[in-house]
């Protein structure tokens, strides 16, 4: 193992242990006003978000167009959140309401996504990557290089302190 | 060939800056071909010289005949040279080549104002060094040359001889079958130059294209190869596979695994998270974040939680049962030192869990070792 990954490792734990405590702290009043799966469910989505952004600041910041669109994509999502649209997971689908403009909205995304979308192996690289739809063929190789170094790291990270919990319990 | 040109300088400035270029060019030859060719120069910046010079110097020479041509085959350049030369055998045509080389001379100045550069030879010097010998062949002070030769058949037809005339056949028909392409290749020769000052590194070999478009495009398929072979280092199991769609979908393949593997483990961490965070909040409320860093595993060692499931590594969790077992836990005050000795080698605490489960003995064996 390289010193750059042994760093890029550190730095990740500790912004990725410190986006945990700080979500689990407020946490604590509103779970229980839930199901405990959907609560999980939710949990899960913002770990895995917090992973994510915790390790786009740690590799690069906004040096590389993957992590720049990561941590964009977690701004909009906060934004959201802020602004007190619940996403659509929270709401049991019961009582979900979809108003005319929003489907409409989300019917024209999805056309668009459609339409950008390339058919092919570099097509699904695209997709995979984050912000990997608007690069050039050599630059989203090269993203996906870098982005595969990441995850790997982040991967083995979790992968310690999952261990580590489950098996200290 | 100095003392042979310094008098031609005195006489008519331009023949003197054809005789240098024909210096220069029989230098250029000499690098591309193995045969020495000092006589050929010397004989062309003979013929540069004014016609009663040259018919003294032409009597003493004899001996260089040959060997010029001989080079006939193989330049034709050279060919503008050794044609005139052969002239000399007979002693009696000694005036005639001395008029063919006023000849030559006018056919120089002629060039010279068509090209507005200077002697055809100084055209095609450049081209010489830095393209191989194949387009020696093609340049462009062939195109003059067999003018020159056609010419002066048609002018002195007791001096052509019948090899010279199919010599002269062939130098047409060549040429015929090179001028089509000949305007591309300077062209393209240019562009060429142009392009490669952006892409140093993109050199188009024999046969490959060299206009600006297929340059970027090489330029592009070598950076999209150098980083599919940074990829196929990085992808295990990558390296056996030949074919950019095999490797690719490899790639595509580890990415998707490696994120199904974050979801996996956020949802394990989430299923597990919510029974140790007022733990987390209350031990590590005090602490800074990196020290928190450090002795997070440290910290949450001792709790027992019996009711969770245990995922996966039943082996390290037993190990460390067996361990805190074995060694005597200290109570609340105890932490604080080992903190302090955490602190120092933060890579110790959590770090060594990615490793392997052994670490964790280690870890406690560490423990151990300072109590």
């Known amino acids: 193992m390289s010193a750059t990954t042994q760093q890029l490792e550190r730095n990740f734990t500790h912004r990725f242990l410190t986006s945990l405590r700080r979500m689990n702290s407020p946490d604590s009043k509103t779970t229980t006003t839930h199901a405990a799966g959907l609560v999980i469910r939710r949990r899960s989505l913002r770990i895995k ?31 959201r959140q802020q602004h ?14 979809k108003s005319v403009k ?51 790291v982040q991967v083995r990270v979790m992968q310690a302190v999952a261990d580590h919990f489950s098996s200290s319990m | ?74 330049q034709p350049p050279q060919h503008f040279n050794a044609g005139l030369l052969t002239f000399p055998t007979n002693a009696a045509l000694i005036e005639r080549a001395a008029k063919f080389s006023v000849f030559a001379a006018e056919e120089d100045l002629n060039n010279n104002n068509n090209n507005g550069i200077g002697s055809p030879e100084t055209n095609s010097a ?3 060094s830095s393209a191989g010998l194949h387009k020696v062949v093609k340049t462009e002070p062939a195109e003059p040359v067999a003018y020159l030769n056609s010419s002066s058949v048609a002018s002195d037809p007791t001096v052509a001889t019948k090899d010279e005339n199919q010599r002269t056949n062939n130098k047409r028909k060549e040429r015929e079958k090179k001028g089509k392409g000949f305007s591309k290749k300077s062209k393209s020769a240019a562009n060429e130059n142009a392009e490669q000052l952006p892409y140093v590194h993109v050199r188009a070999r024999r046969g490959q294209a060299t206009d600006s478009h297929s340059l970027a495009e090489r330029a592009r398929r070598e950076k999209i190869n150098a980083r599919m072979k940074l990829l196929q280092e990085l992808v295990p199991g990558c390296n056996k596979i030949s074919g950019t769609a095999l490797v690719l979908d490899e790639i595509i393949n580890h990415v998707q695994s490696l994120q199904r593997q974050v979801e996996v483990l956020s949802m394990k961490l989430a299923a597990v998270n919510p029974r140790i965070d007022f733990n987390l909040d209350n031990m590590l409320a005090a602490e800074s974040g990196s020290l928190m860093d450090s002795n997070f595993p440290a910290v949450m060692m001792p709790i027992m939680w019996p009711e969770v499931q245990p995922n996966g590594s039943r082996q390290q969790y037993h190990q460390q049962q067996w361990n805190f077992d074995v060694v005597p836990q200290p109570a609340g005050g105890g932490w604080g030192r080992e903190d302090g000795h955490n602190f120092i080698t933060p890579e110790n605490s959590l770090l060594s869990y990615v490793s392997s489960a052994n670490s964790a003995s280690l870890n406690s064996s560490q423990l151990k070792m300072e109590l």
């Not at chain 1, 739809?133 to 170094?149: K, N």
């Open chain 1, 49 to 79: 978000r917090a992973a994510y952004s915790s390790m786009a600041r740690a590799a690069a910041g906004s040096h590389r167009a993957w992590t720049r669109a990561v941590l964009s994509r977690t701004r909009s999502q906060r934004r």
């Open chain 1, 84 to 97: 007190g649209v619940r996403p659509n997971y929270i709401i049991p689908p019961s009582q979900r309401r």
């Open chain 1, 102 to 152: 929003r489907a409409a909205k989300l019917k024209k995304k999805t056309k668009k996504k459609s339409v950008v979308r390339r058919l092919g192996r570099a097509g699904k690289l695209r997709e995979l990557v984050p912000g990997g739809s608007r690069m050039e063929m050599g630059q989203l190789l090269e993203e996906t290089a870098h982005y595969v170094q990441c995850l790997a």
């Open chain 2, 1 to 74: 060939m100095e003392p042979l040109s310094g008098p031609g300088a005195r006489s008519s400035p331009t023949a003197d800056e054809t005789a240098l270029d024909s210096v220069q060019f029989g230098e250029d030859i000499r690098h591309l071909i193995s045969v020495p060719t000092e006589n050929a120069s010397s004989f062309t910046a003979l013929l540069e010289l004014p016609p009663n010079q040259a018919v003294e110097l032409l009597h003493s020479p004899e001996s260089t005949r040959p060997d010029s041509s001989q080079q006939q085959q193989y």
């Open chain 2, 126 to 128: 450049p081209s010489n």
